[in-house]
């Protein structure tokens, strides 16, 4: 050990558990967050295990429904919306901004012992025997029907929307008040705008999924009358309440993949980026508009038809900021110096499946299309194409970018190639058959299905473990990396940004001095706009 | 083993051509765009590769005019899909007047059906082609969703209140019937059949099985069994409001208001009667939640709906200009 | 960034009293309000009141009215949103009829 | 370079830190103003730390304004679903209790508001003290009213709940008046509660003269806390206890 940085600035359990630092912390995440990963993954195995054969012979349906239950809820809640903001954000917000730490670091220590709390929660309520709601929750059938551990789980839900709660609130302030001189709003990566949509998000909707869930918990155990109608209450309501949250929650999943991507893109372009403030500001229209449509989950539930176009229109008109971002990003690789590493091969998957899923989610919002798709096959086929192919290429892009970074240790770029093309590959056999069988109209959360969509999947299954090894792959090659990797120079990539000229890995403040900032990220070559962009 | 796998659902009712017309018009935007992305992404990354380690791109910040572009062509393409997917749903909204009415109750885990002529099944359907049907249907426990893939139609069953869905079948065939809405453990067994059958088929169906009582009756024997014809009698001299001709009209309420009597109307002053109090009476209505299954509430409100206009059904709502077969086919009165 | 000061801003003992007073009235109006049949007017008065007092705290016990326009923006924000939740959802309630011939 | 990794360009902008005085670390730096105590290591001076947690609470005020969000909005559905109900069963709170509690809530943030002056000013820790305490006096007697409204509720079977009992016409509507009445009330507690226990702590620093002109961003973000619950109430009062009072009037 040379030189002191923040991974040997101290040992021991103790100095990790206790510690303050958001780098440290954003490890602390990566270990959970992982663990969680392969939890739901291996809960998505067991549901395409039962899936191969019409008959529902792997699980009994009570065991079916569970699996999709806690597949649904430990892949939303415990890894996909913590994953990137929680550790690429943690670990690289106040290093892009030239900062020491997150303005509250205590806070974000206590975000991470908050989230473990709720995801202790989770487990037991899965290894008490599980959960058998799905994910949404819905009443009365939450309320007043299943007898499994729906409050276990969904306090597990309600504890982990405060650490949410807490990260977005720690990120605002931190980009409000601890920017380096220089650092205008228009110099910021595009990484940290994205975030800043997103925290937006987080302290905006996860309130109110934290009194929807209260609400639930009140009437299932005290049979308080709220959304049940044998109580007097109104189902549709608990629907509205869970969507105005769970719609937004989307956009906290992928509007940091695409702060990752716009980094990316940028360094292995060589180039800045085409377009930064329609990309910036795309962001905060995502956010902010993401708000309005939530609706289109309840087309078919009894909603009025006036509050279903109200709802679709706006579905409509937050694709198209996600549109400008897709175009800007191929416009950037335009006239670059493209190099395909691996980073850059999940960016390009991203671009690919993000589209597709973006474009399907247009069908959803089509009002008339929606009655015959809904619940089916075509809206997982969609949300895993976004969810999967989208936000986690993102993730898994951002992680093999700033992996050397964060380790100061190379991986094997060949190994992680191999993995990027698995995933690609798995990930399409997995998913694309579930289009074709949903407009078949095989309905979603079923345990046994007519025997003629079985083609479609076993080819899903088929995939699913295609997947599974591309997903296991990066844990060898990364494990790897940190006992005989090479050592990382500061800027492995030759890309651009405060946290390339920082060591690898970094002190544990950050900057010697407080940086002063001239001019904004990614800017390869000297241009007459440069430091205005 | 795989000896049936079809890629496409067949069309067999009205509504299918609409809706596979908007989903075309879609595969065909969303296979444009997603070639054009990757394409562009794959020749750029070709024909840009990095020559040399120490390569930069060219600094280009951006087009005004070339991101406008591309704000506002997905813009109006969106637009299209919004008013076509919204003029779809309409029509598939409203029921014509005049459609053939089915009552549908879902429970854990089945489907519970009567036709109006007293006939029953269950996990069945049996619907004659050209001829609009209407499901009135409700549910007497969680969420269910009545789901037929090949009619492309849906719409939840929600307890406490009532749904409708509608189409006509074009084809006669069996078709799925599924419950989409997650409800609980054996939410993948509540499916069934929906039979399509000519008419003179369909009749003799009808004929064919030995049939219950025709909800209206079962609902006159309900309505003198439950005692509401000791305050609900057919002059004005009982305490509870006179309930011939009241369907479809419009009812004063106390406190202000006035309310359109239909079926959740009359559903919810039997269950909730406080809820809507008719002016100058007393709230004195007892509630019947409880005593009535949601089967038996059906029954109830067809009697009541028969003490009005005879025969016709509810809600004039305008002819479905999608529907000219409903026109050209005969309409086989209701008895 | 806006310089790095600690917001000094004292507001005289005197105004805080004023306030105080104004929250009772208005407390009082509340209540005595309520026992006049105004219609709907009713709700009407007693939430314009309520939001006055709410604003009345907001602005001056809780300082907005010397913040930073930042803090303005994040007052308001919580607010708006919450606007936006009541009428998007009231959207659906309130056109639920308006369609004829179905139930919904 | 055999693992594929490029070396940094040699061409392209330089790096665009520009170390002011290289090797001077920052410590020695800021020597020029002497640090605060309670100035945490990853902020430059006082201001932009106060800042920061001003700020945070705000943004904490947003979510919790969000939280309570959800319970107006059932209340407002509900609302204008069962009207009656909902006047018949307000009609059985006691808007005395409620108008008296109100007035507690305000002289309270009042009290509170002087307690943060008393700080900004650096008025003597007895006087500083002297307004937190009488702030938590006027809290905890606002729920000793609370617990007396509730104890009558329970008395009375009107918790909603399997024992729930109603003698008015609309025991269906009044039920869910009561569930939004315990949830909207109960949660408005809890915060108060919790609310006390802060004060606690920052009433013994008080006593300890922790705050003063240069510092006291502890009282200020308590203060913002208080007064966000006081608002709460302001709009809870109206709406559970005074709504339709005039419609089969007392
Ligand atoms: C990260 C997650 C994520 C994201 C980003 C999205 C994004 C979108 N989603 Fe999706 N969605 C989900 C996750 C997500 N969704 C989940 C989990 C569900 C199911 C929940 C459940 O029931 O369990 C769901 C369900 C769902 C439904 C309900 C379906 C149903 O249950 O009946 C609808 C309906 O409108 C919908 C629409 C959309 C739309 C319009 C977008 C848009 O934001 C997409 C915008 C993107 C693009 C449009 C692509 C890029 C554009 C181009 C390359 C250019 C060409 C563009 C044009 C011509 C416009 N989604
Ligand atoms: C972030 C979100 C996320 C992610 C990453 C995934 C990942 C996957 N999902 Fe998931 N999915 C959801 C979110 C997500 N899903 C949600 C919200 C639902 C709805 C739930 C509901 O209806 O309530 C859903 C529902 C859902 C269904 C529908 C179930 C139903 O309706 O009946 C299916 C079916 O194929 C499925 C499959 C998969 C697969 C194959 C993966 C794969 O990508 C996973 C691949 C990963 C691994 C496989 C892990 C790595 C490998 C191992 C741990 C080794 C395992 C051991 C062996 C192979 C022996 N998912
Ligand atoms: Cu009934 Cu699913
Ligand atoms: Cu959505």
Known sequence: MDTLNYINNGHGLASWLLTKDHKRIALLYLVSITFFFFLGGLFAFMIRLELLTPAGDVLTAENYNKMFTMHGVVMVFFFLIPSIPAVLGNFLIPIMIGAKDLAFPRLNLISWYIYVLGGIFTLVAALSGGVDTGWTFYTPYSTAAANSHVITAALGVFITGFSSILTGLNFIVTIHRMRAPGLTWFRLPLFVWAHYATSLVMILGTPVIAITVLLVAAERVLHMGIFDPALGGDPVLFQHLFWFYSHPAVYIMILPAMGVISEIVQAFARKNVFGYSFIAFSSLAIAIIGFLVWGHHIFVAGQSVYAGMLFSIISYIVAVPSAIKVFNWTATIYRGSISLDSPMLYAFGFLGLFTIGGLTGLFLAAMGLDIHMHDTYFVVAHFHYIMVGGAIMGYLGGLHYWWPKITGKLYSEPAAKLAAGLVFIGFNLTFFPQFLVGYLGMPRRYHMYPPEFQVFNVMSTLGATILSVGYLLPMFYFVHSIFRGKPSPADPWGAKGLEWEVPSPPPTENFAVTPIVTHGTHQYAPSKEVGVV | MFTNFPFFPQQASAQAGQVDAIYFFMVAVTAFFSILIAGLVVYFAFKYRRRHRDEIGHAIHGSLALELLWTVIPFFITMVMFVWGAKVFFDMYRPPAGAMEIHVVGKQWMWKVQHMDGRREINELHVPVGRPVKLIMGSEDVLHSYYIPDFRVKADVIPGRYNVLWFTATRPGNYHLFCAEYCGTKHSGMIGTVTAMEPADFQAWLSGGRADESPVAAGEKLFADLTCNTCHLTDTQGRGPMLTNLFGKQVELQGGGTVTVDEAYIRESIVLPQAKVVAGFQPLMPTFQGLVTEEQLLQLIAYVRSLSQQGEAPGAAPQSPTMPQSSSRPVVEKK | MSGHHVSHHVAPKSLYYLIFALLMIGTAVTVIVAYFDLGAFNNVVMLTIACTKALLVVLYFMHVRWGTRLTWVVAASGFVWLLIMFGFTLSDYLTRGWVGGTLR | ?250
Not at chain 4, 160 to 184: H, K, R, T
């Open chain 4, 1 to 250: 370079m055999s693992d594929g990794y490029p070396q940094a360009p040699s061409v392209g902008l330089p790096g665009r830190v520009s170390i002011q005085a290289p090797g001077n670390p920052h410590d020695e730096q800021s020597s020029a103003h002497p640090h605060h105590p309670k100035l945490q290591h990853h902020f430059d001076d006082m201001g932009q730390q106060a800042e920061a947690s001003t700020l945070g609470m705000w943004v904490f005020l947003v979510t919790e304004i969000m939280f309570f969000g959800g319970l107006f909005l059932a209340y407002l559905v509900y609302r204008t679903q069962n009207p009656m109900a909902f006047q018949e069963a307000s009609a059985h709170l006691s808007w005395k209790l409620g108008a008296f509690n109100t007035a507690v809530l305000i002289f309270s943030s009042l009290t509170m508001a002087l307690a943060v002056r008393s700080a900004q000013t650096s008025e003597s820790r007895g006087t500083q003290v002297f307004w937190l305490v009488t702030t938590m006096i006027l809290g905890a007697t606002f729920l000793g009213v609370k617990v007396i409204e509730y104890s009558e509720k329970f008395a009375h079977n009107n918790v909603p709940g399997p024992n729930f009992v109603w003698d008015g016409q609309y025991p269906a509507g009044a039920e869910i008046f009561y569930s939004l009445y315990f949830c909207m009330t109960g949660l408005h507690a809890l915060h108060m509660v919790i609310g006390l226990g802060i004060m606690t702590v920052i009433a013994i620093m008080a006593w300890r003269r922790q705050f003063n002109t240069e510092y006291f961003t502890p009282v200020e973000i308590t203060g913002l806390y208080w007064h966000f619950v006081d608002i709460v109430w302001i709009f809870l009062f109206p709406l559970l206890y005074l709504i339709g009072r005039h419609y089969g009037g007392h």
